[in-house]
């Protein structure tokens, strides 16, 4: 079975500072990755989804990027944070046409 | 675009009745459906899921539904608990690819 970590669990970040939220896949090589954020009125919304090193595909216009520089390490980042940045964000990994979710990390940007 | 919608925002069921949660989608494309339970401040995890060669699908207290040609399905669980107390999303995805999409969710309330 898979494990996905997901950190930090809770980050409080200032308007226009940078972000990093990082994410490492346990019991599965070269699986998909994903982003998700749940934003009230708008469920899980996909934010990126990787299919392997390097490869990174963005669904919605944004002021997030992300990153994945090993098999198995998924990286989230924005160089400066906006207030509509602020929401629940959630790395998935898939198996079997199943997404499995880490814990999620709590962004509130002031 | 919201390509899977879920109505209701909220429902509250007492305990022992049973709970129903709707879904509609508006791809064509989509034949693979999935529910996620979710609780507060934790990642969703699967409950069961459902393809379009099936209209039925069963898993102990909760049960799928499929109507594909009204592009509806909808999650039964009977008896309702009041651990089952969580928001309730729904996912497409064109059959068994990984690109799910979701709902905006249903909060379940179960009372006793």
């Not at chain 1, 669904?59 to 400066?80: H, T």
């Not at chain 2, 594909?68 to 008896?79: E, G, T, W, Y």
Request: hydrophobic content about 35%; charged content about 15%; aromatic content about 12%.
């Amino acid at each position: 079975s898979q494990t996905i970590h997901q950190w930090p669990a809770t980050l409080v970040q200032p308007v226009g500072s940078p972000l990093s939220l990082e994410c490492t896949v346990e019991g599965t090589s070269n699986p998909n990755l994903y982003w998700y954020r749940q934003a009230a009125g708008r469920g899980l919304q996909l934010l990126f989804y990787s299919v392997g090193i390097g490869q990174i595909s963005s669904e919605v216009p944004q002021n997030l990027s992300a990153s994945r520089p090993q098999d198995r390490q998924f990286i989230l980042s924005s160089k400066k944070l906006l207030l509509s940045d602020s929401g629940f964000y959630l790395c998935a990994s898939s198996w079997d046409g199943e997404l499995f979710f880490g814990e999620g990390s709590r962004l509130t940007v002031l | 675009d919201q390509q899977v919608k879920q109505n209701s925002p909220s429902l509250s069921v007492q305990e022992g009745r049973i709970s129903i949660l709707n879904c509609d989608y508006t791809n064509s494309m989509f034949d693979y459906f999935l529910w996620y339970k979710k609780y507060p401040a934790e990642g969703p995890t699967f409950l069961i899921s459902i393809s379009s060669i099936k209209d039925k699908n069963e898993d102990g207290r909760f049960t799928v539904f499929l109507n594909k040609s009204a592009k509806h399905l909808s999650l039964h669980i009977v008896p309702s608990q009041p651990g089952d107390s969580a928001v309730y999303f729904c996912a497409a995805s064109e059959y068994r690819t990984d690109k799910l999409i979701f709902g905006t969710g249903t909060r379940l309330q179960v009372f006793p």
